[in-house]
């Protein structure tokens, strides 16, 4: 039997009312994520899984990225939950780096690491994935899963499309998103996709190719530090 929030689901369109409500509180959530994280950047945003713990290779490996992305004196900056998110997280602090965290909202898996000098929490999915993409000069994808998959397929769209600069994306484990890679050379072939469109990640299992990719976009874009200060009347804070 459906559940009640499925019954009004199928109810079909909510009243004008409730909608204008919902637009209301992503508005509210939007200028809260601005304000937590306007002092953030520039960051490097890492995805990746929730579900691989410490003592994997993959949390290894994320910890290790992170620490070099922060050594070039960028923010890391994730979805601020545990698995990989927290490994990146953790390797901005291994070498005094800054570590911020976009937290999601759920009943299970979600919750911020302990390795976080900011957090913000959100409910919705969207406003999330925005402001992940939004104090980001390059997009870093670790093993994950449908919601890691969705962040990078999301950010090499807005960079197709002109929406945001043509920021490095940067696809790590080459044998794990072996498949991933295949499917996107079938679209090439089906020209759903242009042979431009290859250009625009990286797929590489090397640390030190992916830093020397980062740099590159340091050369073409500089790294714009936010220089004003907080606002005591708005209750702004680093």
């Not at 410490?54 to 939950?81: N, S, V």
């Not at 992940?132 to 870093?140: E, M």
Request: hydrophobic share 40%.
């Amino acid at each position: 039997m459906p559940n009640k929030l499925e019954i009004k689901f199928l109810e079909g369109p909510r009243s004008r009312w409730a909608d204008f409500k919902f637009v209301i509180k992503v508005c509210l959530e939007f200028i809260r994520g601005f304000r937590a994280l306007h002092f953030s950047g520039p960051c490097v945003t890492i995805f990746g899984s929730a579900r691989f713990p410490e003592g994997t290779p993959y949390y290894d490996q994320t910890r290790r990225f992170a620490a070099e992305a922060a050594k070039l004196g960028f923010t890391i900056l994730t979805g601020g939950g545990p698995g990989l998110m927290e490994a990146a997280n953790r390797g901005a602090k291994d070498v005094g780096g800054r570590s911020v965290g976009c937290n999601i909202i759920l009943p299970m898996e979600q919750h911020p690491n302990p390795y976080l000098d900011k957090w913000v929490n959100m409910r919705y999915f969207f406003v999330r994935k925005t402001l992940l993409i939004k104090y980001s000069y390059a997009f870093v994808i670790m093993p994950g899963g449908f919601g890691t998959l969705d962040e990078l397929f999301e950010a090499m769209t807005l960079i197709q499309t002109g929406k945001i600069k043509d920021f490095p994306v940067i696809i790590f484990d080459k044998e794990y998103h072996k498949e991933i890679i295949e499917h996107i050379e079938k679209m090439r072939v089906m020209k759903t996709i242009s042979e431009e469109d290859l250009k625009l990640f990286l797929v590489t299992d090397s640390i030190e190719e992916a830093v020397t990719h980062i740099q590159a976009c340091i050369h073409q874009f500089g790294l714009q530090y936010e220089t004003r200060k907080p606002s005591w009347l708005l209750g702004e804070k680093r």
